[in-house]
């Protein structure tokens, strides 16, 4: 594992992107966000920087073409 300064707990993910731990628990299940296990108490740890693309994808535009 790297090294764990890189990753933040689930409460501290979830204050970073502005929604709440649940919300992001949520996200984790339906496969948004990847989490990351601690390797001795095997809490749920986030990387920043896939914090981070997340959010850059939250902000996109979404595509207003639609096909069909």
């Known amino acids: 594992m790297e090294n764990l300064r890189d990753f933040l707990r689930i409460s501290e ?4 992107l502005g929604v709440s731990p649940n919300t992001l628990r949520n996200w984790e299940n339906a496969g948004k966000i990847a ?3 601690h390797p001795v108490n095997g809490y ?4 920043k920087e896939e914090l981070d693309a997340l959010l850059r994808q939250l902000q996109e535009p ?6 069909g």
Do not use: I
């Not at 749920?44 to 990387?47: A, G, M």
């Not at 979404?62 to 096909?67: F, L, N, S, V």
């Open 35 to 37: 989490a990351h296990r």
């Open 62 to 67: 979404p595509d207003t073409q639609r096909k």
């Open 44 to 47: 749920r740890l986030f990387k």
């Open 13 to 16: 993910a979830a204050e970073y």
